[in-house]
């Protein structure tokens, strides 16, 4: 057991988030400032990202043209892995929040992401790993054997699991970078927000723009052998740059009930030096009775902690709709653009999954326009830091997702009279005359509406946490496009069924042109358009929390 003595210059002589998890020693401050040591988090989340997209974004033509397997069901798988992918990241909170600390957990969640990258792109390399080609003139189409598929969705899931404690705490450990308690760092918190994101589609435009083409024209074993050499460079940034970061200490989490700390003396000084911001609420009140009186050296479940969590279902809840319209850009999107003339110049061809790095470009446009001149600008009118509220921000992106789904079914309703204008309904295989670049307009709709809605949500639930909770407000927020993706597998699944039986046959045929995707698209905007007048009044029903206006004591509220 520690002593006091020999931890107390340390503790006092720092903040909660310059604490080295070391033995408690304090990092150098001299090194690690907010934007350096922030700069090679977002490093690592460019690679990172990078690899994701990588695999996500054309994984949907792996399982169509390698696999075999049906548009509908292709479409399903992916939903799935991507809601579990996006669901995965509560666990790798907890973990974080609870037990190991958020640096521990991404070191560990990477090693495991990159055996999954490993063992997919060896399945996708080797001719026995995957069934023979598909024979055109007889329809003759193998079915992948069950090992076969064993080792590639075994591979998938692993990169799932990794992500999973990626994901929360990369983030959340990188806003850490930002003392809370240095009122200047506090207020560039929200723009490293922002530049995290610039830096997540920066990553994306590379897979989408280079990996994509190389998996679709050179091979898939060398497109997927990139995206691992990726995940390689960005855990040796992540490890290279361990001298400049700043840490918290995990003493405890509100998610796992009571438990005191092992040295009582470092837990009183820390009570009288750190002082993290909690507000208290009058709804869930009756939460509060489960708050049981607690000495100060002592942490346990703070039901008032829980309240806060659970104040945010409303709007989790209503963000829901907008994971599922997110989900189509990576399938739906790219089926529509495989029918389409992807010529640019002379006889190049741009994949369709390609199509998605004008949402990257738009972010990457976007962001420093939104940083550098909508903030100041709203700012002289709304007097707030921020420029808009945060969930003013959020309820913008969702409108606008409304937008891009209206737009998404106009254009599919102009590429089948094009179809059947020109004789080629009945031939799925035939390359519409139509420019794939008609999709471009949905696909800015979507970078627009990502960098309201997505950022926003982001920062939001970070925001609203504890901070012994923050992990896992990313894993919230994450958990709106996994739980997105799910409902979106289960809307394809209900619209599968009950569409086959009409006349016209499934709204998901694999002939795309006999298919009616632009029913679909329009029942996504009419649902999303009841889904924001839901959100618009949760979000005027609910008190933004500031974080300069909350105080918490460890094991104590001060309200």
Not at 190 to 204: D, L, T
Not at 356 to 379: E, R
Not at 435 to 454: C, D, H, K, N, R
């Amino acid at each position: 057991m520690a002593t006091v003595s020999a931890l107390e210059e340390s503790l006092l002589a720092t903040s909660e988030h310059d604490l080295d998890p070391r033995g408690g020693r304090p990092v150098n401050k001299a090194l690690a400032t907010a934007w350096k040591s922030s700069l090679f988090v977002i490093g690592v989340e460019v690679a990172e990202r990078m690899s994701y997209y990588g695999i996500a974004s054309n994984l949907i033509t792996y399982l169509t043209n390698v696999l075999h397997q049906s548009t509908a069901t292709a479409a399903k798988n992916v939903n799935i892995w991507s809601g579990v992918t996006a669901t995965l990241p509560f666990l790798g909170a907890f973990l974080a929040d609870a037990y190991w600390g958020r640096y521990k957990t991404i070191v560990a969640s990477s090693i495991v992401y990159l055996l999954g990258l490993t063992l997919l792109t060896a399945s996708v390399s080797f001719k026995f790993l995957r069934p023979p080609p598909c024979i055109y003139t007889s329809s003759s189409c193998s079915e992948a054997t069950p090992v076969q598929n064993g080792l590639f969705f075994c591979s998938l899931y692993l990169i799932a699991l990794g992500t999973g404690g990626h994901k929360p705490c990369i983030e959340a450990f990188g806003a850490d970078q930002f003392d809370g308690e240095d009122p200047e760092e506090n207020r560039y918190r929200s723009s490293f927000f922002n530049w995290w994101y610039f830096g997540q589609c920066f990553g994306a435009l590379i897979a989408l723009s280079v990996i994509l083409y190389v998996e679709d024209y050179i091979g898939w074993g060398v497109g997927f052998g990139i995206p691992t050499v990726a995940m390689a460079l960005a855990l040796s940034l992540f490890l290279y740059g361990s001298k400049f970061y700043r840490h918290q200490v995990i003493f405890s989490s509100p998610l796992i009930g009571q438990k005191t700390v092992s040295d009582t003396e470092v837990g009183e000084l820390l009570v009288n030096k750190s002082r993290t911001k909690l507000s208290h609420t009058d709804q869930f009140r009756s939460l509060d009775k489960g708050c049981p009186e607690k000495s100060a050296h002592e942490t346990v479940l703070n039901a008032k902690e829980i309240n806060l969590f659970a104040r945010l279902i409303p709007i989790w809840g209503t963000c829901l709709m907008y994971g599922v319209v997110f989900a189509q850009c990576s399938t739906f999107f790219t089926k529509q653009g495989s029918t389409m003339d992807r010529k640019i110049i002379g006889h190049i061809e741009i994949p369709p999954a390609s199509l998605q790095c004008f949402i990257a470009l738009s972010i990457l446009v976007l962001v420093p326009v939104y940083d550098w001149i909508f903030v100041p600008l709203a700012k002289t009118f709304t007097g707030l830091e921020q420029g808009i509220t945060v969930l003013q921000r959020v309820g913008f992106g969702i409108f606008v997702s409304v937008l891009a789904m209206v737009v998404a079914a106009l254009t599919e309703l102009k590429r089948l009279k094009v179809a059947k204008d020109n004789g080629l309904v009945d031939m799925p295989t035939a390359t519409i005359p139509m420019t794939i670049f008609w999709l471009l307009p949905q696909y800015i709709l979507y970078g627009i509406s990502e960098v309201f809605a997505m950022v926003g949500m982001q920062e939001y639930f970070y925001d609203q946490m504890p901070n012994r909770m923050r992990s896992l407000g990313i894993a919230v927020f994450l958990s709106v496009l996994g739980i997105g993706s799910f409902l979106s597998g289960i809307v394809i699944s209900i619209v599968d069924e009950i569409s086959s039986r009409s006349k016209e046959g499934s709204w998901f045929q694999d002939n795309l042109n006999t298919a009616h995707l632009d029913y679909f698209y329009w029942l996504l905007a009419a649902l999303s358009a009841l889904n924001l007048c839901t959100y618009i009044y949760f979000s005027s029903c609910c008190n933004v929390t500031k974080s300069e206006e909350r105080i918490f004591v460890y094991g104590e509220v001060v309200n």
